[in-house]
T-cell receptor, first 118, second 113 residues
């Protein structure tokens, strides 16, 4: 079965360190997204990609970067971790609008990465 | 002001009750409207989606979209303890914004046996 996996599931890091969260999908989706989820804010978009070599900033992109070198992976890097980046991070993928199975841009989510910056 | 507003609750109801969840939005470019369900410590999963205005029914769940009022709703009939979860509304536009979802804050629902 196709799936989307995130690693690690939990991470504790120190302020100022660079951190990379991995996201791998086997849906063969063109679209991939990174969200963070915080109490009272729901899911907020960090970065997204509509295909290989394409990356775009979302609503809360400061301090984060992504790169898309293949269809399957969209790693999220925190350049210099800050306590304000303590959160649960979700990666998601979806088919493009031209896809018959798109269902309005249905996003398939990973299980999340719980990141604590101390 | 957030583009999508959702009452975070929490909402607590007895088993068998009818539940109404709502979101309002400000971006008239939104065309696709969805409800996701998220169980504790899991990723969200799509529950319902609707294109443009109208109603859609799937078992005990009904989604309504009123674009003229910029208001969407999810109704759950005969609620069950297994419906206890966080419900998130989400929306996106078409074209270059297709699939780029904007979420509400989520409503925490608890259904008591």
């Amino acid at each position: 079965d196709a799936e989307i996996t995130q690693s690690p599931r939990h991470k504790i890091t120190e302020t100022g360190r660079q951190v990379t969260l991995a996201c791998h999908q086997t849906w063969n989706h063109n679209n991939m997204f990174w969200y963070r989820q915080d109490l009272g804010h729901g899911l907020r978009l960090i970065h997204y990609s509509y295909g290989v070599q394409d990356t775009n900033k979302g609503e809360v992109s400061d301090g984060y970067s992504v790169s898309r070198s293949n269809t399957e992976d969209l790693p999220l890097t925190l350049e210099s971790a800050a306590s304000s980046q303590t959160s649960v991070y979700f990666c998601a993928s979806s088919a493009g609008q031209a896809s018959m199975s798109s269902r309005g841009g249905e996003a398939f989510f990973g299980q999340g990465t719980r990141l604590t910056v101390v | 002001q957030k583009e999508v507003e959702q009452d975070p609750g929490p909402l607590s109801v007895p088993e068998g009750a009818i539940v109404s969840l709502n979101c309002t939005y400000s971006n008239s470019a939104f065309q696709y409207f969805m409800w996701y369900r998220q169980y504790s410590r899991k990723g969200p999963e799509l529950l319902m989606y609707t294109y443009s205005s109208g109603n859609k029914e799937d078992g005990r769940f009904t989604a309504q979209v009123d674009k003229s009022s910029k208001y969407i709703s999810l109704f759950i009939r005969d609620s069950q303890p297994s419906d206890s979860a966080t419900y998130l509304c989400a929306m996106s536009g078409g074209g270059t914004s297709y699939g780029k979802l904007t979420f509400g804050q989520g409503t925490i629902l608890t259904v008591h046996p």
